[in-house]
């Protein structure tokens, strides 16, 4: 099995969380986002942060580390980059739009959520490409 660098594993997740605070922000997506999701302000403020955020970072942390593993050593930054975008967009996103497709979800928030995913996978391979 392949190794994994856990710190750049760790700056992946770092990213992730960065990449999302700044995509669901309120005057980027954030607005569109919780229309779309059906989510009041009183709904979002009423959650348990802690579990939401940290159950997010934990789940980028093992996302970017089975990237990791399917990347393998010394993949180079531009074939990892373009494996991350590749797997954001026809992994992650396409599967969100087959769900989204039997939800009768909006296209509206399948490309919000979808592109983020993809930027976030495209992430994941420039931290792992730039780190072997």
Do not use: K
Not at 62 to 84: C, E, Q, T
Not at 100 to 116: D, H, K, Q, S, V
């Amino acid at each position: 099995m392949p190794e994994v660098n856990l710190l750049a594993v760790l700056l992946c997740g770092i990213g992730s969380m960065a990449l999302g605070a700044l995509w669901y922000a309120p005057p980027v997506f954030g607005r569109a986002w919780q229309r779309h999701a059906g989510l009041t302000d009183e709904a979002l403020a009423g959650g348990n942060m802690a579990a939401i955020y940290g159950g997010a970072f934990l789940l980028s942390l093992a996302a970017a580390y089975v990237f990791g593993l399917f990347l393998g050593p010394d993949m180079g930054v531009g074939p990892s980059v373009a494996a991350g975008a590749a797997a954001g967009i026809f992994w992650v996103a396409a599967a969100f739009g087959i769900n989204y497709l039997f939800e009768r979800r909006p296209l509206a928030m399948w490309l919000i959520n979808g592109g983020y995913h993809a930027l976030q996978f495209t992430l994941f391979g420039l931290i792992l490409g730039l780190m072997p």
